[in-house]
């Protein structure tokens, strides 16, 4: 079974920082793009960040300068590091992965179970 087991939420202090982290694991044989995104109380959910295998990414304009999207292909692992957080960040982030199982013959989206942020003023 295929899961992304999502890290490093907290409870931090505007203008602070946090890593976020996501592993996959599972009977996976390619990992193609992965993401992260997220969800405020209320609201929709919105995409943070994305980056492809090649490590080519993208920001949304509201993070840009303080989040940066990075990925370690050997550990099947993405990261998004979160600095100089606002109180808007707080949300419920998620990452993504669109990933190719072993057996299988298309690739297919999945999600981590989400992880609190909370920023403080």
């Known amino acids: 079974q295929v899961q992304l087991v999502e890290s490093g939420g907290g409870l931090v202090q505007a203008g602070g920082s946090l890593r976020l982290s996501c592993a996959v694991a599972?009977?996976?044989?390619?990992?193609?793009?992965m993401g992260w995104y997220r969800q405020a109380p209320g609201k929709q959910r919105e995409l943070v960040a994305t980056?492809?295998?090649?490590?080519?990414?993208n920001v949304v304009d509201s993070v840009k300068g303080r989040f940066t999207i990075s990925r370690d292909n050997a550990k099947n692992t993405v990261y998004l590091q979160m600095n100089s957080l606002k109180p808007e960040d707080t949300a419920v982030y998620y990452c993504?992965?669109?990933?190719?199982?072993?057996?299988?013959?298309?690739?297919?989206?999945?999600w981590g179970q989400g992880t609190q942020v909370t920023v403080s003023s």
């Open positions: 980056i492809t295998r090649g490590g080519e990414t």
């Open positions: 993504t992965a669109d990933l190719l199982r072993w057996g299988s013959y298309s690739p297919s989206d999945y």
């Open positions: 599972g009977p996976v044989f390619r990992t193609n793009a």
